[in-house]
Protein backbone atom coordinates (compact mmCIF):
# COMPACT_ATOMS: atom_id res chain seq x y z
CA UNK A 1 0.00 0.00 0.00
CA UNK A 2 1.57 3.30 -1.15
CA UNK A 3 1.16 6.41 0.42
CA UNK A 4 -0.73 9.44 -0.96
CA UNK A 5 0.62 12.32 -0.04
CA UNK A 6 -2.09 13.96 -2.08
CA UNK A 7 -4.44 12.64 -0.52
CA UNK A 8 -2.49 12.96 3.23
CA UNK A 9 -2.25 16.87 2.52
CA UNK A 10 -5.42 17.63 1.66
CA UNK A 11 -6.31 15.84 5.28
CA UNK A 12 -4.09 18.27 6.98
CA UNK A 13 -5.67 21.60 4.73
CA UNK A 14 -9.77 20.80 6.32
CA UNK A 15 -8.17 20.05 9.83
CA UNK A 16 -7.15 23.29 9.35
CA UNK A 17 -9.89 24.43 7.81
CA UNK A 18 -12.01 23.25 10.86
CA UNK A 19 -9.64 24.39 13.85
CA UNK A 20 -10.02 28.02 11.62
CA UNK A 21 -13.85 27.81 11.83
CA UNK A 22 -14.13 26.05 15.42
CA UNK A 23 -12.32 29.74 17.00
CA UNK A 24 -14.84 31.27 14.62
CA UNK A 25 -17.46 29.86 16.65
CA UNK A 26 -15.22 30.05 19.63
CA UNK A 27 -15.25 33.74 19.23
CA UNK A 28 -18.92 34.30 18.07
CA UNK A 29 -19.94 32.28 20.73
CA UNK A 30 -18.53 34.78 23.24
CA UNK A 31 -19.99 37.31 21.59
CA UNK A 32 -23.23 36.31 21.71
CA UNK A 33 -22.76 35.16 25.52
CA UNK A 34 -21.89 38.90 26.30
CA UNK A 35 -24.62 40.25 24.52
CA UNK A 36 -27.21 37.99 26.37
CA UNK A 37 -25.61 38.72 29.82
CA UNK A 38 -26.19 42.51 28.76
CA UNK A 39 -29.86 42.18 27.80
CA UNK A 40 -30.36 39.72 30.95
CA UNK A 41 -29.52 42.79 32.89
CA UNK A 42 -31.41 45.51 31.11
CA UNK A 43 -34.22 43.46 31.25
CA UNK A 44 -34.62 42.75 35.37
CA UNK A 45 -33.54 46.86 35.60
CA UNK A 46 -36.81 47.07 33.06
CA UNK A 47 -38.90 44.84 35.62
CA UNK A 48 -38.02 46.82 38.25
CA UNK A 49 -38.49 50.33 37.41
CA UNK A 50 -42.00 48.92 36.04
CA UNK A 51 -42.60 47.29 39.51
CA UNK A 52 -45.60 48.49 41.24
CA UNK A 53 -43.98 49.79 44.22
CA UNK A 54 -40.96 51.49 42.17
CA UNK A 55 -40.15 55.02 43.48
CA UNK A 56 -37.61 56.73 41.95
CA UNK A 57 -35.09 58.93 43.77
CA UNK A 58 -34.45 62.37 43.03
CA UNK A 59 -30.99 63.29 42.18
CA UNK A 60 -29.57 65.78 43.97
CA UNK A 61 -27.51 68.57 41.86
CA UNK A 62 -24.32 70.89 43.63
CA UNK A 63 -25.18 74.67 43.89
CA UNK A 64 -22.93 76.48 41.27
CA UNK A 65 -19.69 78.05 42.55
CA UNK A 66 -19.83 82.13 41.69
CA UNK A 67 -17.15 83.10 39.58
CA UNK A 68 -13.94 84.81 41.61
CA UNK A 69 -13.37 88.20 41.02
CA UNK A 70 -10.43 90.02 38.72
CA UNK A 71 -8.47 92.59 40.18
CA UNK A 72 -10.18 96.40 40.56
CA UNK A 73 -13.57 94.86 40.96
CA UNK A 74 -14.62 93.48 37.38
CA UNK A 75 -16.39 90.46 37.25
CA UNK A 76 -13.78 87.82 35.63
CA UNK A 77 -13.85 86.96 31.26
CA UNK A 78 -17.07 84.83 29.84
CA UNK A 79 -15.59 82.14 28.03
CA UNK A 80 -16.08 82.13 24.43
CA UNK A 81 -16.14 83.96 21.54
CA UNK A 82 -16.13 88.32 21.41
CA UNK A 83 -19.43 90.16 20.59
CA UNK A 84 -19.28 91.96 17.29
CA UNK A 85 -18.96 96.01 16.85
CA UNK A 86 -21.11 96.61 14.43
Do not use: H, I
Amino acid sequence: MALNFDEFQKVVETAQQADAVKADLKRALRKVTTTLGALQAALSEMETVLADDYVSAPRTRKPRTPRAEQEGGAPAKKPGRPKKNA
